[in-house]
């Protein structure tokens, strides 16, 4: 019985241990070795002296290191964070601080680029260093350890013992205000989701999957863990632009493609070999809605390949999927729920919605995740009692209710509304309003400001900063496109690419509602055209 997510590995090494589990450029990994290497990554976390589920960031580009460093963390019964790559040091120190992170595997120039904000970090204890170069002047408080030292420890040490129900991991997913938040995912989490989705698409071991997502995105992370539940083959891919993904489809052969919205719009756009079309099996979106002309479009190009429209939230994996024998009849559909999981749309009361009556979605069952990381209010407001339990059963089952409103059509299928708060979709991302915000006022170069989302054809929506200039009085004089400019340079350097504005307009005053509050749905319908009509 698969009880622990590091299990993966290990069954499918023992089942056939000479396939190929990774593949990254010319490089192949076996499943034999990635069992051997989990291992011992697994050792020499425990000779740091690290407790049981203490939590360690992995802050890597995709690499053979990278998945051998979440599945020894997990061997050894901590809990692996994945920071996605993109972040700059303060999104980074965050995250590190929040889930009191006490060791990161990165690489030596980025543990240089993160050495200002390390002394932030008082609970980071050691560095583990990938690959070769300079690390520079770290933080004095941290103990820098090469990898190959990590690997190298061949010592006897017993992993901590957690069972399928403890915590395995952290993914951070913004709000819709602060910064981002720690969901906590378990074994069980995980495990079952893998299986889930498997189930649904139908992979075997002759399966390879192109992981070209981020690992800290749960939509990019279960590419590896549905591979492995059936012992398939996952190719590592950061690419540079779309046109390198056909390629390596074809390269690789691969049969499965997952990826976000804006880039099924580029690789809409990209010259497909036709070798790559005879092999790829099925592709899978998630992460936002495709607008329908691109999924027409990709049917044009991949005329044998099986599309697979879903819906997720980090806070309870995948919720729905639409088979492809439904794409036809229903292309606007999110599908029904996955395997093992069920899908309520009920009014504010709890009480469940007729059949196209809009409501919230509320989904249950064992990839329900256990909360966010030391955030009891957040966790109250999202995790929820199940409405409509039974009386007779005493203990409360709890639900997470997605804050997005759907409808459910007389035959069962789920159609996206919309959501309740003003969090902003964009590349695939949910991104804060209010973190975008702290940062443009750090900078010192607005008044007031406010992030709103516009739709937009290739990123799904794109961020529009709407902002008064600084307060007469201000040192700041600068007006106009250099002010603008001023500040978007600002913004680059403390932000990943995803979440830097699209667009900066200047208003003398912003307006404001009743309660004195910015009037956020008054803004937003101004920018709402910015850029067009999307595809």
């Given at each position: ?111 240089r680029d993160l050495a200002p904000v390390l002394d932030e970090c008082p609970d980071l204890a050691t560095l583990v260093l990938v690959g070769d170069g300079d690390s520079g002047a770290a933080a ?236 009891p209010v957040k966790t109250a407001e999202r995790f929820k009692p199940l409405p409509g339990q039974r009386s007779e059963l005493p203990i409360t089952e709890m639900a997470v209710w997605s804050g ?132």
């Amino acid at each position: 019985m698969t009880t622990r997510l590091d299990a993966l590995v290990s069954l499918a090494a023992a089942r056939a241990g000479q396939r190929p589990a990774l593949l990254h450029d010319s490089a192949v990994l076996t499943y034999q070795q990635l069992d051997q290497l989990v291992s011992r990554v697994a050792a020499g976390l425990l000779s740091l002296g690290l407790g049981k589920q203490e939590r360690v960031g992995v802050y890597l580009p995709k690499r053979f290191e990278t998945v051998a460093a979440f599945f020894g963390i997990a061997r050894a019964g901590l809990v692996f964070v994945p920071v996605n790559p993109l972040l700059k040091g303060p999104q980074v120190a965050h995250i590190l601080r929040d889930c009191n992170v006490r060791a990161l595997v990165t690489l030596p120039d980025r543990a240089r680029d993160l050495a200002p904000v390390l002394d932030e970090c008082p609970d980071l204890a050691t560095l583990v260093l990938v690959g070769d170069g300079d690390s520079g002047a770290a933080a004095a408080r941290q103990r820098s350890l090469a990898w190959a030292e990590l690997t190298a420890n061949t010592g006897a040490h017993t992993a901590h013992r957690v069972i399928d129900i403890d915590m395995v991991s952290i993914f951070y997913t913004s709000g819709s205000t602060g910064k981002p938040k720690g969901v906590v995912l378990s074994h069980r989490n995980m495990l079952a989701g893998a299986e889930s989705v498997a189930t649904y698409l139908e992979n075997t071991a002759d399966d390879r999957l192109l992981a070209v997502l981020p690992f800290s995105f749960d939509y990019g992370f279960s590419q590896l863990t549905t591979a492995f539940h059936v012992g398939a083959s996952v190719v590592l891919m950061d690419y540079l632009v779309a046109r390198d993904v056909p390629r390596a489809i074809e390269r690789h052969r691969v049969t499965g493609l997952g990826a976000v919205p804006p880039l099924w719009i580029q690789l809409t756009d990209v010259q497909w070999p036709a070798a790559a079309t005879e092999h790829l099996r099925y592709i899978t979106n998630s992460g936002g809605r495709m607008p329908r002309a691109t999924l027409e479009r990709l049917r044009q190009l991949l005329p044998g390949t099986r599309p697979y429209l879903m819906y997720g939230l980090t806070e309870a994996f995948r919720g729905t999927y639409l088979p492809p024998d439904q794409i036809d009849a229903r292309p606007d559909s999110m599908g029904k729920a996955i395997p093992n999981s069920d899908i309520l749309v009920v009014r504010p009361d709890g009480s469940a919605c007729d059949p196209d009556e809009p409501g919230e979605l509320v989904q249950r069952g064992a990839l329900v995740a256990l909360g966010y990381w030391n955030d009891p209010v957040k966790t109250a407001e999202r995790f929820k009692p199940l409405p409509g339990q039974r009386s007779e059963l005493p203990i409360t089952e709890m639900a997470v209710w997605s804050g997005d409103t759907v409808r459910r059509d007389a035959e069962g299928y789920l159609y996206y509304v919309g959501r309740r708060d003003e969090m902003i979709k964009t590349s695939g991302y949910r991104v804060s309003p209010t973190e975008v915000e702290e940062i443009v006022y750090a900078s010192g170069l607005v008044g007031d400001a406010v992030a709103v989302g516009a739709a937009h054809p290739a990123l799904g929506e794109a961020i529009v900063l709407v902002c008064s200039p600084p307060a007469a009085g201000s040192s700041e004089t600068r007006r106009g496109e250099e002010l603008a400019a001023a500040l978007l340079a600002h913004c680059k350097t403390q932000m990943p690419g995803f979440m830097v504005p699209q667009r900066i307009e200047w208003l003398e005053v912003l307006p404001r509602n009743p309660n004195g509050k910015f009037d956020r749905p008054a803004l937003a319908a101004r920018c709402k055209a910015a850029f067009g009509t999307p595809a």
